[in-house]
Every structure is written in C-alpha cells, then in structure tokens.
C-alpha cells in the first residue's frame, strides 16, 4: 500500500490524470463513428461492448505491460517507445490514412472498434505503467480515471487543445518526463550511474522533456500547417 | 467551396458562427450592419469543426469523418437559418474542419472577404488570459478588420 500522504504519490496521481487526458480521448471517437452506419437499435449496442472492450483491453494490457518492465532491457525499449510517442503529440499529422471501411455490421464494428482501442491504448498504456513505478494501486486508479475520458472525453479534449495549445507541449513534456525516469530505473542500468550524478533522477526526466520538446517542436515548424479541409454540403452552399 | 470568387465584385464579409448566443448575436449585427450598406455585402457563415486526430482517420474511413463533420456543423448553424432568411440578406452557409482561429482567417483570405465578424465569450480579464485566446490568435493570422460583439 503506497504512503498516500507522500507528496510522491499525489504528484504520480497528478501525471496519471494528465496522461489519460493528452492519449484517451481518441478512443470514444473512434468508437462513435465505427458505430455511426449501424442501424439505430444496434448503435447502443456497439457503443457499449466497444467502451467494454476498450476498459478490458487496458486492464489486460497494462496488466502486461507491469509484468514486462521487470524485465531487463524493457523499460530501456519503453522509455525510448514513450520518447517518441511525446515526439510524436507535438507533430501535426497531415498525411491522410485512408481508414478502413467502418462496415455496417455489429460485428465489423466491434472489430474496428477493438483494433483501434488495441493500438490506442498502447501509448497510455505504457506512460501510465511509467508514471505508475510499479504501484497496482495507482495502475487501477489511472484505469477508473481513463473510462470517463474514454466515454465522454474527446470533444473536452479538443477543445482544450485547439484553446491552450501549451498543454500539448506540457504533455510531451511530461511523457519526456517519464521516459527519463523510466531509462534510470530499467535493471540493466548500473546502479553507479544514478549514484554519479547527484540528483540523478530529476536530471535523466529533465534531459527526456527537453529532448521531446526539443525534436517535437524541430520537426513541427519543418510540415506546414495543415490546410482546412470543406465538408460543406453541396445542398448548403446556395 | 465556390470557385466564383474571382468574377464576384461583392462585398463579402465572413460571420464565424457555433450556434451560441454570443454567435447569434454577433450574426443579428453582421445582418443589421449589412441591411445599412447601399450595396448590400453577402454574408459567409462559416462554422469550423476541430479536426480529429490522425489515429482516428487510421481507423475511420474519410467519408465518415467528413459525415460526423458535416453533421456537427449543420446543427451548429441550424440556429442561423432563421435570422438569415427572415433577413433577407445574402448569404452562404459553410463547414470547415480545421484550428478555430487559422481556419478563419485562411477561408477569409482565401473568399476575398472584406470583413470578419464575430462574437467574443466576454471573459473577464483573468479567463480572458486563459480561454480568449481564439479571438487574439485570429487577430494575429488576419489582416482584415474584425468586428468584435459581446
């Protein structure tokens, strides 16, 4: 049971609930439009196993992912993947993916539903098992704080990002944070480096945020801004 | 978009509209300061829908995305329907998806508008700090004049 009246553990709370707001929110999208050519009577019935499937896939893969960064080598491999999904938050993505077709089964649905939540959740996933140091107890709570985000979230968040569009570089900041800390602590790192450097932990997060911040914002101002794009319908444009 | 622009002598003046009252306001002005013009200027009512990200479009086929869109922004402007024909006044009803504030100034740029108009939320000046921000970053990417209502 972790000392909830360290200032350790409210600040890992505190990262928790950051992360799950800058990388859940996708998910309730995908989910509403995967769900958007079912016939009425089916469309609640999706929404609610692909929100379903959505929790249980985090659950099972943070479950995972704890088990994982035991490992040698492995918080190396996720402190580096954390790195460039930081990178990657601060890169406007202009390159159109054609999407699958979303199908207008239940069953196509759900599938597209529990694919994208798959690839989705990896990234939180595996900040949230960085943020987590190993703590169950903050794992499950990072999890009850990412379902609201993933049921109701998105339309918060994008707002939020298209206003305060300094929270996006807060947290790539704070994934950069993360990654750092994460590279100091994998087993294989001899324990004469942490004890080299005085402060060593804060130093190894600090050299991540800046790094991600750094090579985000480099390779931002090299893509234009993306053009608008007109979905105006023909019948409106009089 | 209408590819007319270029043999279109009218004034033209772009209304940012997301169906709230400070939009709905700032429309019954646009309409009123356009009904005073001799030559009466067009109305481009534009709504903007915030893009999603790219790992939705990874999943989501383009024509559902541009759909959810499309149907976001007509109930957004369903409100500005019965000001504008009850008006009278010119006028052309538009979604793009797209950052709020460069999305505006570029389709303003772009219709050879003369003019954007548009409601403020009001904030005081401390949230005005935090959340007026789309109103200042408009000011920057526009050279046009903006006509600001409360």
């Given at each position: 049971?972790?000392?909830?009246?360290?200032?350790?553990?409210?600040?890992?709370?505190?990262?928790?609930?950051?992360?799950d707001i800058m990388l859940g929110g996708d998910n309730a999208v995908v989910i509403a439009l995967a769900c958007r050519k079912l016939p009425p009577d089916l469309r609640n019935k999706g929404i609610f196993w692909g929100v379903m499937g959505a929790i249980v896939l985090r659950v099972v893969l943070i479950f995972f992912a704890l088990q994982l960064l035991a490992l040698p080598y492995l918080k190396i491999v996720g402190g580096l993947l954390l790195l460039w999904i930081g990178v990657k938050l601060l890169i406007p993505d202009?390159?159109?993916h054609d999407g699958i077709d979303g199908g207008t089964t239940l069953f196509a649905a759900i599938k597209t539903i529990i694919v994208a939540d798959a690839v989705m959740s990896l990234d939180n996933v595996i900040a949230v098992a960085g943020a987590s140091h190993g703590s169950i107890v903050l794992v499950t709570f990072g999890i009850l704080v990412s379902i609201p985000i993933v049921v109701w979230g998105s339309k918060l968040v994008l707002t939020l990002m298209d206003r305060l569009p300094i929270v996006i570089t807060l947290g790539a900041a704070l994934l950069g944070w993360i990654a750092g800390g994460m590279l100091l602590t994998d087993p294989v790192m001899p324990e004469s480096v942490a004890k080299s450097v005085p402060y060593a932990h804060y130093v190894f997060a600090a050299i991540g945020s800046i790094l991600v911040v750094t090579i985000g914002k480099v390779m931002a101002s090299r893509q234009a801004a993306g053009k608008p794009h007109d979905v105006t319908a023909k019948s409106t444009d009089q | 978009m209408?590819?007319?622009?270029?043999?279109?002598?009218?004034t033209q003046w772009v209304v940012p509209f997301d169906g709230s009252e400070h939009a709905i306001r700032a429309l019954a002005l646009a309409i009123n300061e356009a009904k005073e013009r001799h030559t009466q200027p067009k109305l481009l009512v534009l709504n903007v829908q915030l893009p999603l990200s790219a790992d939705v479009s990874r999943f989501i086929d383009g024509k559902t995305i541009d759909d959810f869109h499309r149907e976001a922004g007509e109930k957004a402007l369903a409100s500005s329907k019965d000001?504008?024909?009850?008006?009278?006044v010119a006028h052309t009803l538009h979604i793009l998806v797209g950052p709020v504030a460069h999305t505006i100034a570029s389709f303003a740029a772009t219709q050879h508008c003369s003019m954007i108009i548009m409601g403020t939320r009001g904030h005081t000046s401390v949230t005005g700090l935090i959340m007026g921000s789309v109103t200042t970053r408009l000011l920057h990417e526009t050279t046009l004049p903006v006509l600001l209502t409360k």
């Open positions: 049971m972790p000392d909830i009246t360290s200032s350790l553990f409210w600040i890992a709370v505190l990262q928790i609930i950051a992360i202009d390159d159109e | 209408t590819e007319m622009h270029h043999m279109d002598t009218t000001l504008l024909d009850a008006s009278g």
